[in-house]
């Protein structure tokens, strides 16, 4: 038996055909075997043999022989011969079925022709070597086992093979599980799958039929069985071959070799018995996000070796080194102001990288992507992989950095704007976008031009646009700023109305007591709405912050308030108020009464500077200040 290596690493026993399969070859003979030699009795087919009569044998035998031991006598002249044992005999006959081979015994022995191919069919007259099974069977016929012979010579040289570790050479017939049944003339062996090739095993059905060469790595004489190994033959080749490949290999030499191994990081690759590794990166000058988009396992490939640590017995391999390095002729083939295309193969929040050829990448920024429109990621454009279109900007071939755009493809809208829209006119535009700072409203498509919170509203501190426009409204605007080098025009929403602080300079006389609607209160002072869509600020006076807080409790938003008028102030869109009980003195009547005609018999212009405690100024300016947005 044959032991059999399965996927488990256990053993299975694979029967070796010892025995012919025939009655005549089971252990025992079965009784009532009957052999019938039919043309046995033909004449002619013994023509070569000699007839001797028992008066012709008589002088043979010994003279004090008597008689009655003429027969023993007979007996003992033949061949001693035992069951189960290889012995040498002639062919004396043959028929359709059996070989009649002559082997010293009182009677032929029988082989049955099917174990005989039709190549190794004897003559009459060969000598063979057979094997005796049985010395008679029940019809008294010999019967040998041309079969069994080879086992038993085979196994012999098989064994000589094993203890002096000679090679031998088998034809792989069939796979099984866990390897391969090697037939090695007569006797049959087990391959482990594992010990057919030092490289791992894809497909072993490629191997049914092949001879190859072997080395018996284990003999069970107790169960006749033989496990072999091709790669222990490999790896002994292997190993002259990679000493002798140390002594010639040299950085910057040419060499074919096989994909051996593909990982993550790279490739190795079997030089005939060294093993190259192939990085990522030296695979190709372009992009390679895993070797299995360009290398195959198994694939035959020529490479060039880069490093080679002797010490380490490292080797270093390159493939995109056996072409030139595409940014050799960069500037030539892509020079400034040439259209190019390619592939996006990077996204960032500041650009898109697109391969113009493998190894050769560019760059268009964010700001190259369109004149006009305001883009923060290119993302919002371009997907991985897209086809795009650029015009070469500048290349540093130093560096390997080609910069490209878009939009310098179509002409800069820019170029004309200050002759399309002129400082003063009128135009109407949608707004786009909303701020803290303003509102952007588009003249033309592609063109924006911003409205400052401080033009929203002769008269109102906004606060954020939102608070006196809406997006997509419609709106009317002033063109106050057209910067074709800073890309930028500012635009004004109250210009488009005349400048109502000289009426209402007029209109809110100094002294004149008013009165309005709490709109906010603040730690410094408090806003109401007046009449002619202005805001009115009465400053605190001299109090501590508590006291300040205290008071301020005293009144609620939308309740009505009055005050004197101190100063307008166009330039902060406020009108100065005094009130006695804020600004730290009495709430008496009769106060009040005084700062009004004080302030009436001043004789002043309206608008004009007057005699303000300086103190309620502070307050009121500091009112202001958190009132007023940041400018932009």
Do not use: C
Not at 278 to 300: A, C, F, K, Y
Not at 403 to 426: A, N, Y
Not at 467 to 474: A, F, G, R, S, T
Not at 543 to 561: C, F, H, P, T, V
């Amino acid at each position: 038996m044959l032991n059999e290596t399965n996927d488990n690493n256990t053993v299975e026993e694979v029967k070796t055909p010892i025995n012919s399969g025939d009655d005549a070859s089971a252990t025992k003979a079965p009784a009532g075997i009957d052999k019938q030699i039919k043309d046995y009795l033909n004449p002619d087919l013994f023509s070569d043999i000699k007839t001797l009569s028992i008066d012709e044998l008589e002088p043979q035998l010994d003279a004090t022989t008597d008689t009655g031991n003429k027969e023993e006598a007979y007996k003992n002249t033949l061949v001693d011969i035992s069951e189960h044992e290889l012995i040498n005999g002639r062919v004396v006959g043959m028929n359709e079925r059996d070989v009649l081979i002559d082997i010293g015994f009182k009677s032929e022995g029988i082989i049955d022709r099917s174990e005989f191919t039709d190549e190794d069919l004897p003559s009459i007259g060969d000598q063979v070597e057979v094997y005796l099974e049985y010395l008679e069977d029940s019809s008294g016929n010999t019967i040998l086992s041309k079969e069994k012979a080879d086992f038993m010579l085979r196994w012999k040289s098989l064994r000589e093979a094993y203890e002096n570790e000679k090679v031998i050479t088998g034809k792989i017939i069939r796979r099984i599980k866990g390897g391969m049944v090697v037939d090695l003339g007569a006797v049959q062996a087990f391959l482990p799958g594992s010990q057919l090739d030092v490289r791992p095993i894809t497909d072993f059905d490629i191997y049914v039929d092949k001879e190859i060469e072997l080395r018996i790595v284990k003999l069970n004489e107790a169960r006749k069985n033989i496990v072999v190994s091709h790669k222990l033959i490999i790896e002994e080749s292997l190993i002259e071959q990679r000493e002798a490949l140390f002594q010639e290999i040299q950085i910057g030499s040419i060499m074919e070799g096989r994909v051996k191994n593909i990982t993550d990081f790279g490739v190795f690759v079997d030089l005939g018995g060294i093993d190259g590794l192939l990085h990522i990166t030296d695979l190709s000058w372009g992009r390679v996000n895993h070797p299995s988009e360009m290398i195959q396992i198994n694939e035959d490939i020529t490479v060039k070796v880069i490093e080679y640590d002797s010490e380490r017995k490292r080797v270093s391999l390159g493939l995109k080194q056996l072409t030139p390095h595409p940014w050799d002729e960069v500037e030539v083939k892509y020079p400034i102001g040439s259209i190019v295309n390619g592939i996006i193969v990077s996204l960032t929040n500041y650009g898109a990288f697109i391969e113009i050829e493998p190894g050769v990448e560019g760059l268009i920024h964010v700001s190259e992507i369109s004149w006009t429109r305001h883009i923060k990621n290119p993302s919002e454009e371009y997907s991985m992989g897209d086809q795009v279109e650029a015009k070469v900007i500048s290349i540093d071939a130093e560096e390997k950095k080609i910069s490209l755009g878009v939009k310098q493809l179509t002409p800069d809208p820019w170029d004309e704007i200050e002759k399309e829209f002129e400082v003063g006119e009128k135009y109407s535009g949608k707004v786009q976008n909303l701020t803290q700072f303003g509102a952007f409203v588009e003249l033309k498509e592609g063109i924006d031009g911003l409205v400052h919170v401080s033009d929203l509203s002769w008269t109102k501190v906004v606060r954020h646009a939102k608070n006196v426009v809406e997006k997509d409204q419609n709106v009317d605007v002033v063109i106050l700023e057209v910067s074709r080098e800073n890309r930028k025009i500012s635009l004004g929403i109250k210009q488009i109305q005349d400048d109502p602080w000289p009426d209402i300079i007029n209109h809110f006389e100094s002294g004149k007591e008013v009165s309005g609607e709490i709109i906010r209160v603040l730690d410094k002072g408090i806003i109401i709405q007046l009449e002619m869509d202005v805001e009115g600020i009465i400053p605190f006076g001299k109090m501590s912050k508590k006291d300040r807080r205290s008071l301020a409790s005293q009144y609620e938003i939308g309740a009505n308030l009055s005050g004197i008028v101190m100063k307008v102030s166009p330039e902060d869109k406020k009108i100065i108020l005094f009130k006695e009980e804020l600004a730290g003195g009495g709430s008496t009547q009769s106060a009040t009464d005084e700062v009004k005609d004080y302030l009436k018999n001043q004789k002043m212009e309206t608008g004009g500077k007057i005699e303000i405690p300086q103190e309620l100024l502070d307050n009121a300016k500091d009112a202001e200040k958190e009132e007023q947005p940041e400018k932009d």
